[in-house]
């Protein structure tokens, strides 16, 4: 398999990776389809497994695509300025193109990034990283808010970089936290902040989970179903 490859209308990438026990196919958002194979397996093989999973990638490309996730492996450009919706603040983006190592200086709501700009990717980690810098110190006092007004305590928060979830709550009610939850609009992050403080009451999805969040939040199936498609507003650099 040489030269670009495509399949069901997405980029594709095969890897070999010598941890992988066996082929697995996922699709990635800013990159489309990767099928991630053993060492030394036979890429040849590769079509034949694809066609077997037909069905399910495109029935969760549909899905990614309606949530507005970017599955078209174009490189992102650099952003010359971001939304940061939940924290009711857009922050404008200046760029230095100079060698060495990428820096980021913080001037209120303008940062300057200096470094080499033919190399994206890691002024790319530079804006991630300050992006989850502005998210625990925005996301704690929002929880601690939450968590008074719930009458629910939680333990300790977590806040980092998360491809998926985006939230989970321990057994012991340590709340980890997406901080691409940033991007997204403040009710959302509201219902989100209650999601995982019922779980520290209920470790699980039943029908006194849904009650516990329904007693706070009686719209809570629209805010689920705008939390699934919640990807469409967070950047592609970002993802």
């Not at 949530?67 to 939940?86: F, H, N, Q, V, W």
């Not at 033919?118 to 006092?141: G, H, N, Y």
């Not at 629209?222 to 498609?229: C, F, K, S, Y």
Request: hydrophobic fraction near 40%; include cysteine.
């Amino acid at each position: 398999m040489s030269g670009p490859l495509q399949f069901a209308g997405l980029p594709l990438a095969v890897k070999a990776n010598p941890r992988a026990k066996r082929v697995l196919v996922k699709l990635v958002p800013g990159r489309g389809l990767e099928v991630v194979v053993p060492r030394r397996f036979d890429p040849s093989l590769v079509p034949s497994i694809l066609e077997e999973k037909r069905a399910w990638i495109e029935r969760t490309r549909d899905r990614m695509l309606a949530a507005g996730t970017d599955l078209t492996g174009a490189p992102p450009e650099l952003p010359e300025s971001i939304e940061y919706r939940a924290w009711e603040r857009t922050v404008r983006v200046d760029y230095l193109d100079r060698p060495g190592t990428v820096r980021l200086v913080e001037n209120a709501s303008r940062w300057q990034v200096a470094g080499p700009l033919s190399d994206r990717e890691p002024i790319f980690e530079k804006l991630r990283a300050q992006t989850v810098k502005k998210a625990r110190e925005v996301l704690l006092p929002w929880l601690d808010r939450a968590s008074r007004e719930t009458g629910l305590p939680y333990s300790a928060l977590r806040v980092r970089r998360q491809k998926t979830r985006w939230g989970s709550c321990s057994s012991r009610g340590t709340i980890s936290l997406n901080a691409k939850l940033l991007f997204l609009p403040p009710e959302l992050v509201d219902h989100l902040l209650l999601h995982e403080l019922c779980h520290t009451r209920h470790m699980n999805h039943s029908k006194a989970y849904w009650a516990c969040v329904a007693g706070f939040e009686p719209d809570y199936r629209r805010l689920e179903d705008e939390v699934g498609r919640g990807n469409r507003f967070v950047p592609a650099w970002f993802l």
